[in-house]
């Protein structure tokens, strides 16, 4: 990759459990304090707990317009989507629209409303359902209804590989910029999981954190106690940017994005390959398109959802690409897991590592699995130089997507 065809960062928006804004979750992050509290929405179910934003704050940030027509996965996009383009230096009114392009990652439909619209149709109150609830339910929405707020007139597309779709749509809008088809993408990734179906489907696979114990403690990656995950919501957006683009507005820049790997298991509809290959290889890809030898990765941002097998198995693909891995840490074990917003969280995570040369603990961790040979960051934020950065995840259906951060 030359300079000329380069992709940068240029803007960074976070809405999570821990806040609104990229300042309250970086704190929150780098305090190591988990976000998991009991959730009334959740109540009697088998787990009450997840990691949800602030119903207020999210109410305040999106405006009350869009309250009545659009489902959380999209004012969550909304609102981290506008601080990233604030953030970036950039004006919508002032661009070339049709140079701009958003993809985002939703890993399914919103289900906000559905169970108001499924009660209605057995109680035979048709028009009690909303005319809204087609398009406030579609993945692609969170995509279209940021392009139309800043006047994206490029690609605006929705990208779904289930947990890995934050990862994958950041991969797919360099790889854009990169072939000349955008000068600016809003990428990342949007998901409002904690509804009491996403619960108790999740639940009943045992994917969850169960009530052994509390709620704070629940999301515990790589403890040899842990269970599964905590069910979370939230959206990180970053404006990625042709960095001749970016250098002719003099654009301040957090990171390159350099490498990108995608891949498939080929192995179960929901398991990990046992021996983590999908994922070795997409390691390999990332760290081979970004020109890189794996001793040049300086820390990953692990995928780390707290399940016994996924941990495992992620341990076992880092050993094999890197023989004695980089630092590790688990974003998951502050803000749970937001399921397709994962990715976009995380890669604004690890973006800001890059940048402020800091790793954040790693929540919970009381007792490393004996069968986890990884140096996890935990208790403390630790400093450590480092020029790259990896940011990986996996989802159902055996995709895998790493994505690489270098600094500018």
């Excluded at 009450?48 to 996965?73: E, H, I, K, N, Q």
């Excluded at 179906?197 to 639940?203: A, E, N, Q, T």
Aim: glycine share 12%; proline share 6%; hydrophobic share 40%.
């Amino acid at each position: 990759m030359t300079l000329a065809d380069s992709v940068v960062v240029t803007g960074l928006g976070l809405t999570t459990p821990a806040g609104i804004g990229v300042e309250a979750t970086w704190r929150r992050v780098c305090d190591g304090i988990s976000t998991a509290a009991l959730d009334p929405e959740l109540a009697g179910l088998p787990v009450p707990y997840s990691c949800r934003v602030d119903d207020d704050a999210l109410a305040a940030a999106a405006g009350p317009r869009l309250a009545w027509r659009t489902d959380r996965f999209i004012q969550l996009a909304l609102t981290a989507a506008r601080e990233a383009v604030v953030d970036a230096g950039l004006d919508p009114s002032e661009w070339d629209g049709t140079r701009v392009g958003v993809v985002l990652g939703v890993g399914g439909s919103s289900q906000d409303l559905m169970m108001g619209v499924y009660d209605a149709i057995s109680a035979v109150k048709y028009k009690a359902v909303t005319p809204t609830a087609v398009p406030r339910s579609q993945p692609n929405m969170a995509a279209g209804e940021v392009g139309r707020a800043v006047g994206a007139l490029g690609p605006t597309l929705a990208l779904s590989t289930a947990c890995a779709s934050g990862t994958t749509a950041v991969g797919t809008a360099a790889l854009m910029i990169r072939s000349g088809l955008c000068d600016i993408v809003l990428t990342g990734g949007s998901e409002s999981a904690c509804s009491r179906v996403g619960s108790i489907s999740f639940w009943r696979m045992g994917a969850l954190a169960g009530r052994r114990f509390e709620p704070a403690s629940a999301s515990r990656p790589f403890d040899v106690n842990r269970e599964g995950f905590v069910l979370a919501e939230g959206a990180g957006i970053l404006v990625l940017e042709r960095a001749e683009h970016a250098r002719a507005r003099r654009a301040r820049t957090y990171a390159r994005v350099t490498g990108y790997g995608a891949t498939g298991d080929g192995h179960h509809h929901t398991a990990p390959h046992p021996r983590g290959e999908g994922t070795e290889r997409a390691f390999r890809t990332a760290i081979g398109d970004a020109g890189l030898h794996p001793r040049d990765i300086g820390h990953v941002n692990a995928h780390a959802t707290s399940t016994v097998l996924n941990d495992r198995v992620e341990a076992t693909a880092l050993r094999a690409v890197f023989g004695t891995p980089p630092p590790v840490t688990a974003t998951k074990s502050v803000l749970g897991h937001a399921l397709g917003g994962a990715g976009g969280i995380e890669a604004v995570c690890s973006v800001l590592s890059l940048h402020h040369q800091v790793i954040p603990p790693t929540a919970n961790l009381d007792q490393l699995d004996p069968e986890i040979d990884l140096d996890v960051v935990r208790k403390t934020p630790r400093s450590h130089r480092m020029s790259a950065v990896a940011s990986n995840s996996s989802g159902f259906g055996g995709q895998n997507a790493v994505v690489i951060f270098e600094v500018p």
